[in-house]
């Protein structure tokens, strides 16, 4: 046993201790060696956990630094190009530009329209903002915007568990949506177009994109920059941006003339554009704007007087006056006019700059720019009324039946494809049209002074615009710059210049294979045919007075002419000197036969009688004639005279070349032979009623299809254009008896020259005045019975006195 024992202690020394320990605690009452196992345990549970917990935290610092990296990388790549994007000293480069006319009293410059496109915008500076509308925004949109560092935790934070409340419950916490996104946030989805209603991960992607690009942007800039450019860049009713540009839509006011209610209507607005539009829902914007000033006065930025007495103020919308008698002419934001100058500065930035037409337009329309223009009010004032009215333009023939006529128009599908029938034909639909017309204005320094392209409203911006874009046949109006002024400048003819009034024998492909004899004479040699007709359809075959030809409009007479002058000279002049480039030199097409041809407007009946391959616009038939009212100049045609950008330097001025077109004797021979259509020609009785002279030349293309009238004044050169815009047919001049281009010229000049300075055109020392004999066109002698005047070159003047009326 002691073996045993001695055994049992060497195995288990502690044997005996822990049976001596258990003796003691069960004498001092302690707990039993089960209760101690216990504990134990529960102690092992609780390290656990921590140690669980510990681990957690570990793996979620990783895996929040592992986002944060994540985010980090997503934050550099997603605002890589912040430093362009959110330059707010550039952003004055995105704001509504303006186009300025010339008070023709004062000579000071004002605005005459703006140019909205997608947004309508005027930028402000900062210290023309009052204080009331910076602090009515900030009152009702950022109230910590002066102490926050672009965006607010707490807002941020509550925005988002009021989002989560509602996706769990459907209820909002707050009992409403909340707006977390302060004024630099707002900014910042402005200038980056990121859309704010994305939602999910985007949702979340853009929320984080923001935050960043609000801290940036406050580190960068002053509140005041900021501030500046929100208030330049909020949206509010319509298209129309910026507090600028919504002062002067809603109250007529420059923005730092608003009282401090209309302040506060300005601040309400932006939450909801649509539902606090004071147009359209004066109730609502009223409540809203009343608690836009509460938000002023509990902020401190008001007293309470001034509260008091701003809410109890009525809107104050701005009505335009209507006249009832005033004329509307057109229903589009842009008259004929801009559209012309909005064309012309696009092709010169393309020209100039190297812009695509996309760039040089976004460039118009949100540059900011201001367009300094040639437009005479008066004028462009005059032609609308006259061509909205169209009275002088008839609706029926004289016999009652009405003026138009039908046309084919082939039908294309929604693609653009042409439409075919079941056999493959294309598809054409019949249409009517009523005659149309157009009419340009210039001066005689190249400038435009006044275009409309249409007759009655204008129903739409930058449409078709027939006095710019519109090329026609030109008839009789290609007389003058193609044939006469080349006969007087070079001495081939003078005023009372006598050629026989009969047609030439001219080659014709579809000629009689015999020849036409009389009394045993042949007088048309096959393959040939006498040419051209006379708009009468009768020849005098007399000799015929230079200055009755052009007076009377005669064909044969000008053709002739031309044969002295040569077809490419008288091209050659047009197209150069006149810078006229709708004249085509040479170009190949096919025709409905099949056979490829060349078009040219190198010929007799081309230069001589208008009849041209494409045809030329009124704008560019009033230019060409202006050489015959200022000494022979000519001045590239323009629109506008300068673009400058919003700091007031000059970009773009148009490129401009002067040409001594003719000489100054020959000018005044011309205009004093263009005198004579209107005092017994084709233009009889026409002339512009006053002291002032006027002469022109009538135009009409040999099947009626197009009708002309230019018309000249010391002031002004005018174009005027009537017939249908698909001239399958003509207009019967001889069942209206009268000339609608003639009339509507007169009448637009009447109104835009009365109270105007007494002016005379040029004269010229070169040229002096003779006594004619009106039947032989030599020196009057005493026996002549019909005398006239003449202007003559002093170096080039009839040769001889009459002989056919010998002194008895």
């Not at 709708?582 to 010929?603: C, E, N, Q």
Request: glycine share 8%; net charge negative; hydrophobic share 35%.
């Amino acid at each position: 046993m002691n073996q045993n024992g001695s055994n049992n202690r060497r195995g288990n020394p502690n044997a005996s201790a822990r049976a001596k320990s258990t003796a003691q605690r069960q004498q001092n009452g302690e707990p039993q060696t089960q209760k101690k196992k216990k504990k134990s345990n529960s102690k092992s549970v609780w390290t656990a956990i921590l140690k669980f917990v510990v681990c957690m935290c570990c793996v979620g610092l990783i895996l929040l630094s592992v986002l944060a990296v994540v985010v980090s990388l997503y934050v550099v790549e997603a605002t890589a190009d912040d430093d362009t994007l959110l330059d707010l000293n550039n952003m004055k480069l995105n704001f509504t530009s303006s186009i300025y006319v010339k008070n023709s009293q004062t000579s000071e410059w004002y605005e005459y329209q703006k140019l909205i496109g997608n947004e309508h915008r005027i930028w402000v500076n900062s210290a023309d903002i009052p204080d009331n509308l910076k602090n009515a925004f900030i009152a009702i949109e950022d109230k910590n915007f002066m102490t926050h560092s672009g965006f607010s935790v707490q807002r941020t934070v509550l925005a988002g568990l009021n989002e989560v409340a509602y996706k769990l419950t459907g209820h909002y916490l707050t009992g409403r949506q909340l707006g977390a996104s302060t004024i630099n946030q707002q900014l910042i989805k402005k200038l980056t177009g990121d859309a704010s209603d994305e939602s999910g991960m985007e949702g979340y992607k853009r929320k984080i994109r923001e935050i960043f690009r609000a801290i940036a942007l406050d580190s960068k800039y002053s509140k005041e920059i900021i501030l500046e450019a929100y208030l330049n860049r909020i949206e509010f009713t319509g298209n129309t941006a910026g507090v600028a540009a919504e002062a002067n839509k809603l109250f007529n006011k420059d923005v730092s003339d608003l009282e401090l209610w209309e302040c506060a209507s300005l601040a309400s607005i932006v939450k909801a554009p649509t539902t606090y539009n004071p147009r359209l829902n004066p109730d609502k914007h009223l409540e809203r704007r009343n608690q836009v000033l509460w938000e002023m006065w509990d902020q401190g930025y008001i007293d309470e007087e001034a509260y008091l007495y701003a809410k109890e103020q009525p809107i104050g919308l701005y009505e335009k006056e209507v006249d009832e008698d005033a004329l509307v002419t057109k229903t589009s934001n842009n008259s004929y006019f801009t559209d012309a100058v909005i064309e012309e500065v696009v092709s010169q930035f393309v020209e100039q700059k190297g812009y695509t037409r996309q760039e040089a337009t976004a460039l118009i329309y949100n540059g900011g720019l201001s367009i300094y223009t040639t437009m005479v009010p008066e004028v462009q004032e005059a032609m609308e009324e006259v061509m909205f009215l169209h009275e002088m333009y008839p609706e029926t023939y004289s016999n009652g039946k009405t003026i138009e006529h039908e046309y084919e128009e082939i039908v294309y599908n929604d693609d653009g494809t042409v439409k075919k029938d079941a056999d493959g034909n294309t598809v054409k639909e019949t249409l009517t049209e009523t005659p149309q017309s157009a009419m340009a204005v210039v001066n005689y320094e190249g400038e435009v002074c006044g275009v409309v392209g249409g007759l009655g409203e204008k129903t739409e911006d930058r449409g078709l615009n027939r006095a710019t874009q519109s090329k026609r046949q030109i008839g009789s109006t290609m007389k003058p710059i193609g044939v006469y002024a080349l006969g007087i400048q070079n001495n081939y003819i003078h005023y009372s210049y006598a050629i026989p009034d009969a047609p030439i024998v001219i080659d014709d492909e579809e000629a009689k294979t015999e020849s036409l004899s009389y009394d045993g004479v042949t007088v048309i040699p096959a393959g040939k045919r006498e040419w051209p007709k006379n708009y009468s359809n009768t020849y005098t075959n007399a000799p015929m007075l230079i200055c009755d030809a052009i007076a009377n409009s005669i064909n044969t007479v000008a053709v002739k002419v031309l044969q002295f002058v040569g077809e490419r000279n008288s091209f050659d002049f047009v197209h150069d000197n006149l810078q006229i480039s709708s004249l085509v030199k040479s170009r190949d097409f096919t025709g409905a036969d099949g056979v490829t041809r060349v078009a040219t407007d190198i010929g007799l009946s081309q230069m001589g009688l208008g009849s041209l391959t494409d045809g030329i616009t009124p704008l560019e038939m009033a230019g060409a004639y202006m050489i015959f009212g200022n000494g022979g100049s000519f001045t590239t045609l323009h629109t506008f005279t300068s673009v400058e950008n919003t700091n007031g330097e000059i970009i773009l001025e148009p490129i401009l070349t002067t040409t001594q077109a003719i000489s100054e004797d020959t000018a005044m021979i011309m205009n004093k032979m263009l005198e004579g259509v209107l005092t017994y020609g084709t233009g009889h009785g026409l002339g512009v009623p006053g002291e002032m002279a006027s002469v022109g030349k009538t135009g009409t293309t040999s099947d009626d299809k197009d009708h002309w009238f230019v018309g000249l004044t010391p002031y002004y050169v005018t174009a005027t254009w009537w017939g249908f815009d698909h001239p399958t047919d003509g207009i019967n001049f001889h069942q209206y008896r009268q000339h609608p281009p003639t009339l509507a010229w007169r009448a637009v000049m009447e109104k835009c020259q009365e109270g105007l300075e007494y002016k005379a055109f040029p004269v010229s020392d070169n040229v002096q005045k003779i006594s004619y004999c009106k039947d032989s066109g030599a020196l009057a002698g005493p026996g002549c019975p019909n005398v006239g005047t003449g202007y003559y070159k002093t170096d080039y003047t009839p040769d001889a006195t009459c002989i056919l009326h010998p002194v008895a």
